[in-house]
Structure formats: structure tokens, C-alpha cells
């Protein structure tokens, strides 16, 4: 056994005090130092954290980010989410490919750089991005893309990739990404000039039970999809059982099309921190978690640096209100869509696999390890600041009836100006469709692979939590395009993040997505359509969790909307034969042994 390998395992496990929930961590940072986790440092792992080698290894082998098998000293991954290959991420991979003389998935024969696909690295609006080691690289072309290669072939820096720093504190000393916000539009409630602890002081002036009311009041309902009532959450786990009660904060972000936490992270962090410290306050407890998806690690130095300021300035730690302790630790995330879904999430913050788990219990009940747990989005938190600053009255008039408040929208595809915008609740499609300058758009699908795909009969709608409900994704989707080629896409997204727990979930994808490619091939029966149907209404039934509830969503809204993108591309049977079968290739071994073909080839 290598000396080296020993020590460091050692020193990594017990920089994490030797504890097994904190396996994410582990792994990650002997990742980072080996290139992989190999068998060797599973055994050390789990001798060190008193688990089992099987237990380290489920988790090695669940997350995109750590592995067994070896990778190059540097990890280029190339985002492969439909809006950058809408954008050239196709040809920007095989510029990679050429030059690095490697396939997708392999590691150069020196050991040095490795090529890998990884679905939405949450910069549509700067399409097509690659992560190279924690570095994002964006708006690539196949030459910058050749480049990239030989440069690291000079100096494997990732770092000196970065030639120009984007806006606002992408290019803070701690971040140095060229990483663009892209804030097109701002409202009355994230994006604005805050000043640190204003609504902190204003909430524990408060008793937590009105800190509470207040959220109730004002109709805060959670920005990461579902809409759930932020107060009604907090209520139910302030009233739980449990000493110890934990704030966790959703910053996984990885449904394809959604960036807006990530510059919220950027530019609001502050705000947010203060959000989860409220939160706190409200439901008695003392200890928070920020879980960050691996995509964006580069923004972790910058935001140990706010939780830093914030402690010196008294906001965090002990006595942040009367008799009222609170912190915050960031839990890194390591490539795993469904991790985003908050069982799962708690599962990863516990240093376990990203399975999600049957409610009930909820987290609200039994949580993060075992304790009484809120989950609530970088948004949610956000919004919580604001209605404690400026009153719960102020925040409920703004919006719709039954969804209160301002919506971030990330909105990316085929329109003059991706990024990000604050909309009212309520305003509608054709409305957003004119401010990014996408007026003639074919298709929208709202809420990601998981949402619905409207066209233009449904531009009146509105966005709210009762018509168009969006996590802030948002993807445009011009006349030209193929939206078989789309679906085809997010049912690629769903095979690869199931977690493959439950058969319905697991195989229904698949079938649905060889349905899809079936459609696309020409090879498709009228009779196919009613099978597609029918098999996404079971994949959405009978699926465990939100994953395999929602994933079949893009099949059928454009089964309804877009019907047409599938007629035209079927055709009935011909002579008894299905399209998709090929009598030639069925019968040549048969053929070859009698000496001539099939009398129905011959006739
Ligand atoms: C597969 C899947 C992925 C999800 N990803 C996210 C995510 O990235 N961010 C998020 O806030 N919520 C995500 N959610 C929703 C969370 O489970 C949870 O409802 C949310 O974090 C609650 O916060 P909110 O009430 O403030 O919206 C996801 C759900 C599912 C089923
Ligand atoms: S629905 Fe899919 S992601 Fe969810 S538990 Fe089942 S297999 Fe896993």
C-alpha cells in the first residue's frame, strides 16, 4: 500500500473529524489529490470513519465527480444539455476529441487530461460551457475549444484559462470566473442594495412565531418549483420534536435551463445567508447547511468569505439575537441532478448515496440526521430577508392571487437577450417572450426538462405556481427547430440522472426515450402516439419521486400542444409489417444458410 496514499487519506479524514457523514467531503478532496478514490482509499476511508469499504463505495460510484477508475490531472467536461448543442456543443466536443486525440470518456494515453459530457453546468445564457477542473469556461467555439487544449498541454492550469473576468463579483479576487450574470431585468425584491443584518435585527426584534406569521402573511411561497408555503413549512418543523432543528438551503440548481441561483449566489449571498439565519431564529435552530452543486465550486472561496465577514460582524455565530446562536457550514455537492430533490439532498448532506427517500416522514419531522429540517431554495431565502425588511403587507401586494411576490427567470435559447430577469407573478408569456426579443418563438418549455412545453396558443398564459409554474427555467425554442430533437434530449437527461431506485422510473425512461428516437427515425406507427401517452401516464404514477413523476411532462404537453411533430412523422403499417422492422437484416442469417432470400423480399 502506497505511504503517501495512507497519510493523506488519514490527514483528509481527519481534517473531517473521522466522521462518516461527512463522507462527501472525503471523497471529494482524495479525488481531488489522487485523480480517483481507487479500492486502496475505500478501505483507509472507511477503516478511518468506522464504515464499510461497500459503504464508501456506493457512494464513489453514485456521483458524476468521484470515481474509481482514474482521470487526467485535469477534467474536461462538456456541457450537454439541448441549449448548448442548440449553440455548438456538438462540434465543440469533437474539436476537444480532435485535439486531445481522446473519445468521450477517455483520459489521454499520458494520464493527463480527461473528456467527459456532463448534463446542464447551469450556463445556458452563455452556451456552450465546459468545466475544466472547478474552472467554467463559456461561449466556446471549436477554435477557442483547440486552444484550450494546447494550452493546458503548456501548463495544466485550468486557472489560466480564465483571459477575461465577467461582471459584477464574478470578478471578485475569490471568484476570477469568466462568468457573465447577465441580470437583464431587476425587480423590487432580490437585486438591490441591502445592507447586512437590517432584517435580521428587524426578525429577532420579533418572537419566532411572529417571524413566522409574518412569512405566512406575506404568501411566500418556495421559488424551487414546487411552491410550497415557505411559514407553513417552518411552522410544521418548529413544531416538531427534536433539541437540535436544521436549516438547509437548495442550491444544487441542476435542472438544465436554471442559472438564476447561481447569481444569486454571485451577487446576493449576503442576503441569502441572512434568509437561512432568519429562518433559523424562526424555527429554533442553530445550525445551517448551504448545499452547493460541484458545478459551482468555484464559487466556494467567495462564499466562505461571506459567511467569514458575516461572523466578524457578528450576524453568525454565538449570540447573533438574544439567548439565539447560529451558523452556517457549506456542503459541497458532487454532480448529481436528482440530489436537488430534498430527501436525496439531506441523503448527500449526510454523506450518503443521493437517494431520495419515502415521505413520511418528512424533513420537516425527520431530517437531516433524524432531526426536524427546513429545505427551502437560494431564492426562498432570499425573498425571507426581504419581507422581514420591508413588511409582509409590502411583499403580498405584489404578483397574483394564490403566488405573491417577484419569480427569477432564467431564460435562455433562441431570444436576442439570455440571462436572468425579475418578473411579477402573473405576468405572461407573450409579455416575457417580448422583453428577451423572442416574439416569433415556436415553443417554450417552462420549468426545465421537468415543466411543460407550451406553444403559441399558450403565450396568454401567465407564470404563477396555478398556470405556469417554473423553478426559473425557462428555455425558447425558435421556428426552425426540431422539438423531437428536444424531447429526445431531456429524456437523454432522465435515463442518465435517474437513480435508477425504482423500476418505473428506471426502465420507463428508457422505453420513453426509445419511443422518442423511434418518432425520430420515421419509424413510428399512429397507433405509437397512444403508447407514448400512456406509458408516460404510468412512469408519473407509479414513479418514488419527483424525478420519475415529472420527467414524462415534456412528452406529454407536446403530445398535446405539438401533436403535428409526431404525425407527421409516423406512417401505418405497411403489408402487416411495422416501420420499424427490417425484414432484410431479420431474415439474413436464415438467407445465407438456404442460399436465397425471403419469397417476400423476392416478390
Ligand atoms: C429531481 C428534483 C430536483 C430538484 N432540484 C431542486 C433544486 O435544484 N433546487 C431547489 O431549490 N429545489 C429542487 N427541487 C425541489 C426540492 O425537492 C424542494 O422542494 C425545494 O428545495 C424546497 O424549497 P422551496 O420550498 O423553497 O422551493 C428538486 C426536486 C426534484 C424532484
Ligand atoms: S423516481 Fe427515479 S430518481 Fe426517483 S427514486 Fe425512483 S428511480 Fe430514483
New binding site residues.
Given amino acids: 500500500m502506497s505511504e503517501s496514499l495512507e497519510a493523506a487519506v488519514a490527514e483528509i479524514c481527519r481534517e473531517c473529524n473521522n466522521d462518516s457523514t461527512r463522507m462527501m467531503d472525503i471523497v471529494r478532496a482524495v479525488q481531488e489529490r489522487f485523480g480517483c478514490v481507487s479500492g486502496e482509499a475505500m478501505e483507509l476511508i472507511a477503516k478511518a470513519v468506522g464504515s464499510h469499504r461497500v459503504e464508501v463505495e456506493s457512494v464513489v460510484s453514485f456521483y458524476a465527480f468521484v470515481s474509481e477508475k482514474p482521470k487526467g490531472k485535469v477534467v474536461i467536461r462538456v456541457c450537454n444539455d439541448i441549449i448548448d448543442r442548440m449553440f455548438g456543443a456538438d462540434q465543440v466536443t469533437e474539436a476537444f476529441c480532435e485535439e486531445l486525440g481522446i473519445g468521450l470518456g477517455e483520459t489521454t494515453a499520458d494520464g493527463a487530461i480527461t473528456l467527459e459530457a456532463t448534463p446542464c453546468v447551469g450556463m445556458c445564457d452563455q452556451a456552450p460551457a465546459a468545466i475544466v477542473n472547478d474552472v467554467v469556461v463559456t461561449s466556446l467555439n471549436t477554435d477557442q475549444a483547440r486552444q484550450i487544449v494546447r494550452d493546458l498541454k503548456g501548463h495544466m492550469d485550468p486557472k489560466r484559462l480564465v483571459t477575461k473576468l465577467g461582471d459584477g463579483n464574478n470578478a471578485h479576487e475569490l471568484v476570477q470566473a469568466m462568468v457573465q450574470n447577465n441580470i437583464r431585468q431587476r425587480g423590487p425584491v432580490i437585486f438591490y442594495d441591502f445592507t447586512s443584518g437590517q432584517a435580521l435585527e428587524k426578525a429577532v426584534a420579533l418572537t419566532p412565531v411572529e417571524v413566522i406569521r409574518a412569512v405566512n402573511n406575506a404568501r411566500l411561497r ?5 411552491g ?1 408555503p ?1 411559514g407553513m ?1 417552518w411552522q410544521f418543523t418548529r413544531d416538531a420534536e427534536g433539541d437540535q432543528k436544521y436549516v438547509i438551503c ?1 442550491a ?4 438544465p435551463g436554471t442559472f438564476k441561483d447561481r447569481v444569486v449566489l454571485t451577487e446576493c449571498a449576503d442576503l441569502m445567508f441572512e434568509g437561512m439565519t432568519i429562518a433559523g431564529y424562526a424555527i429554533g435552530a442553530t445550525k445551517g447547511l448551504l448545499y452547493l452543486r460541484g458545478e459551482y465550486a468555484y464559487l466556494l472561496p467567495f462564499l466562505e468569505n461571506v459567511l467569514a465577514e458575516r461572523r466578524a460582524k457578528g450576524l453568525l455565530g454565538e449570540g447573533v439575537g438574544e439567548g439565539f446562536d447560529f451558523d452556517i457550514r457549506i456542503q459541497m455537492g458532487a454532480g448529481s ?2 440530489c ?3 430527501t436525496a439532498l439531506i441523503s448527500s448532506c449526510e454523506g450518503e448515496r443521493g437517494d431520495p427517500k419515502n415521505r413520511p416522514p418528512f424533513p420537516a419531522q425527520k431530517g437531516y440526521l433524524g432531526c426536524p429540517t427546513i ?3 437560494v431564492e ?1 431565502f432570499c425573498c425571507v430577508s426581504r419581507v422581514l425588511e420591508e413588511g409582509a403587507g409590502w411583499f403580498a401586494k405584489m404578483g397574483s392571487d394564490g403566488s405573491a411576490g417577484t419569480k427569477l427567470l432564467s431564460i435562455s435559447g433562441d431570444c436576442k437577450s439570455p440571462g436572468v430577469y425579475e418578473v411579477e407573478f402573473g405576468t405572461t408569456m407573450a409579455e416575457v417572450l417580448k422583453l428577451v426579443g423572442a416574439e416569433d418563438a415556436k415553443a417554450v418549455q417552462v420549468g426545465g426538462p421537468s415543466g411543460q412545453m407550451i406553444g403559441r396558443d399558450g403565450y396568454d398564459r401567465k407564470i404563477c405556481y396555478d398556470d405556469l409554474a417554473t ?1 426559473g427555467s425557462i428555455m425558447v425554442f425558435g421556428p426552425e427547430r426540431d422539438l423531437l430533437e428536444v424531447i429526445d434530449a431531456f429524456m437523454d437527461f432522465f435515463v442518465e440522472e435517474s437513480c435508477g431506485y425504482c423500476t418505473p422510473c428506471r426502465v420507463g425512461n428508457v422505453l420513453l426515450k426509445r419511443g422518442v428516437e423511434k418518432m425520430r427515425e420515421g419509424k413510428g406507427e399512429p397507433d405509437d402516439l397512444e403508447y407514448l401517452a400512456d406509458l408516460a401516464k404510468t412512469v408519473k404514477a407509479a414513479s418514488r ?3 420519475g413523476q415529472t420527467s414524462p411532462n415534456p412528452i406529454l404537453t407536446t403530445l398535446e400542444h405539438f401533436r403535428g411533430e409526431y404525425e407527421s412523422r409516423t406512417k401505418p403499417a405497411e403489408d402487416g409489417l411495422q416501420p420499424d422492422f427490417d425484414l432484410k437484416e431479420a431474415t439474413g442469417d436464415a438467407s445465407q444458410i438456404a442460399g436465397r432470400d425471403s419469397v417476400h423480399l423476392q416478390a
Avoid at 444544487?252 to 435542472?255: F, K, T
Wanted: charged share 25%; with cysteine.
Fill in positions: 418556495g421559488r424551487g418549483g414546487a410550497f415557505a413549512k437548495n444544487d440548481e441542476g435542472e441532478y436528482v436537488g430533490e430534498e429545505v427551502n431554495n426562498t423553478g419521486c419527483g424525478l
